[in-house]
Every structure is written in C-alpha cells, then in structure tokens.
C-alpha cells in the first residue's frame, strides 16, 4: 500500500488502477446523475491511505443512524489528530518560519458551509469549520479571527508542531529551498465525502497546506468551490495537491457541474485535470488528484501524475483505490 508520502516522488511510484462502475455492477459506461437503476449508499470516500481510517470512523456514524455531515467531520478529525500524519492538523509540516497553519471547510446537503484558514494552535479546524458554518452568517473566517472564535467556542489552544516536524524543518532551513517534486508530498490534505442512508451528500477537506510556504499562504482546501463542493442534486467533489493549480479552474465546482451535465465520477475528475494540465504551460512538479461522488453512490478519482490513491467504504468494504492519471 502506497502512503501518501509517495504522492510526489516518482521514484516511488507504485501501478496504476482503476475504479470503474465494476464496483457497482448496475452502472453502464456512461452513467448520469439519473440514469441507475441501483442507487448505492452509504459510500465514503477520502484521500489517501489515512482515508482508510477516517473511513472507519465515518462509517461507524453513517451505519449508526449518523448523517453525512457528521460522517465527514467524525473522518477528517481522525487525520487532523494523527501527530504522525505531517500533513493535516497536529503534526503538520510548518511554515518556513516555524509555523503551523491549517485550512478547512465543510459543506452540507442544504449549501450549508464553513471554512478556516490560516488558523493556529487549534487541532481541529474542521469542526471549528463547522461552528462558522452553523453559529455564524460568515461562510470563512481566518488567522487571528479564527482563533479567537475557535476559542471563545470552547477549543483549546494546542502547541501544532511535534518534535518530528520541528527537527524537519531545522534540517529544510539548512538550505531554504522550496520546490515541488512529484510523489514527494511537501503539501497535501485530507478530503472526504460521503453519502448516508437518506441519500444526502456532505463533504470536508482539511490542511497544513504547502510544507515551508511563505507564511500567510492560503491553498484550495478552504475554498468551497475550490478544495471542496457539494450540491445534493447531483454530487460532491474534492481536491489534493498543489492548491494554486486547483483555485485556477475552481476545481471541485467544475467536477460537480461535469457530473450535472451527465459525466460520472472518474470522467468528471478526468475532465478536471486535463483542464488544469491545458492552463499550465509547465506542469513539472504540479501534482493535483480529485475524487468525486455522485449521488447514485458511482465514485471516481483522477490525478495529473501516477501515484494518487484513495479510499473507498462502499458494500461493506473498505478498501484503497490507485487512480488513474494523466502522465507517468
């Protein structure tokens, strides 16, 4: 099994598959929103083989009378604690200052969203997410706003940086240098999306963002729209990578638009990253992957370069998908 810090290392990459509607054997070649004769639920999906265990977790509420929203924010808060995952929440790679600085959103199956960025000291952003999303009229807060709303609201404040990401950033400072190599995950998030047994659709995604990034920067995985979106009509969408390449194209928004117009889930994700590979002239070191979930329960995933995996609970089962992808 991959991890996800193979993401951009080429050197590691591992075959390629694929999840088609074999997974769901009702599905033809070229479903649509509409068109199943079998709707599929509950499914989870998420990012990356620590989806696998944030899978279980969102199972558990989904297969206990949970709803969808509950199911994703239950997942991601199990990565986001993780202070071996130096990617999402506790444990995450800083900034080149020292810093750690998170992002999330979450979004519901009546448009409801909320988001976080910038934000410090707090292990959990994406239920700090959800409290903007139901105790205020804002959609995003961030930096020192968002803090002081995250502990006015009962969070507590948590010192990020462990003693494993600390050392890795003194030895990053010998030199300074930041560049993207692919499968090598210096930035990187946990997305999720799931569908319950009302057949309702949330979504969360949450981040360190970039390793070493300029202090103050801001990726995708807090932009609804961007990182993340979900329409109950039709589907929910969400992105991990370089978050500039996804911001471009309004990534996860274009996905579920796609899947409007009848596309499935891998073709809407495909369709997705030949758009952001067309609007860069060099994509050397730009690695995007999507998944997507529609509201039959089809899923589907696509990444710029080989190397992109996911999670999948769908039929009782959990299991790692690798995706397809447009370039070796």
């Known amino acids: 099994m991959k991890t996800r810090r193979n993401f951009i290392k080429l050197s590691a990459l591992g075959s390629a598959a694929f999840l088609t509607k074999s997974c769901f054997p009702s599905e033809k070649n070229t479903p649509s929103t509409t068109t199943s004769s079998k709707i599929v639920k509950p499914v989870v999906i998420s990012t990356w083989n620590h989806g696998f265990q944030a899978n279980e977790a969102a199972w558990k509420v989904l297969t206990t009378g949970g709803v969808s929203l509950d199911a994703v924010e239950s997942g991601v808060r199990v990565t986001e ?11 995450g790679l800083p900034d080149r200052d020292g810093k750690v600085t998170l992002d999330a959103c979450i979004m519901g199956s009546e448009n409801n969203c909320g988001a976080v960025a910038f934000l410090q000291d707090i292990e959990n952003p994406i239920s700090v997410a959800r409290k903007v999303m139901e105790k205020t009229k804002h959609v995003m807060l961030v930096g020192d706003g968002a803090k002081k709303f995250a502990l006015d609201n009962g969070f507590k404040s948590t010192n990020l940086l462990t003693e494993k990401a600390k050392k890795a950033w003194e030895a990053w400072r010998i030199k300074s240098h930041y560049q993207p190599i692919i499968n090598s995950e210096n930035h990187d998030t946990i997305g999720m999306l799931a569908l319950d ?15 070493y990034k300029l202090h103050g920067r801001v990726g995708d995985s807090p932009i609804i729209g961007a990182g993340l979106f979900v329409d109950n009509e039709v589907g929910a969408a969400c992105a991990t990578g370089v978050g500039e390449a996804v911001i471009r194209i309004a990534g996860s928004a274009i996905i579920v638009e796609l899947m409007r117009n009848g596309m499935s889930p891998e073709a809407a994700c495909k369709e997705a990253i030949h758009r952001i590979v067309k609007k860069h002239k060099d994509i050397s070191g730009l690695q995007v992957g999507f998944i997507a979930l529609n509201k039959n329960g089809e899923v589907g995933g696509y990444s710029v370069y080989k190397g992109f995996n996911y999670a999948l609970y769908a039929h009782n089962k959990n299991k790692m998908v690798d995706a397809k992808h447009y370039k070796k």
Request: glycine share 20%; aromatic share 0%.
């Open 197 to 211: 047994n009302e057949g309702n659709l949330s979504g969360a995604c949450t981040t360190s963002g970039m390793a």
């Open 81 to 91: 604690s993780d202070p071996n995952n130096m990617s999402v929440g506790l444990g």
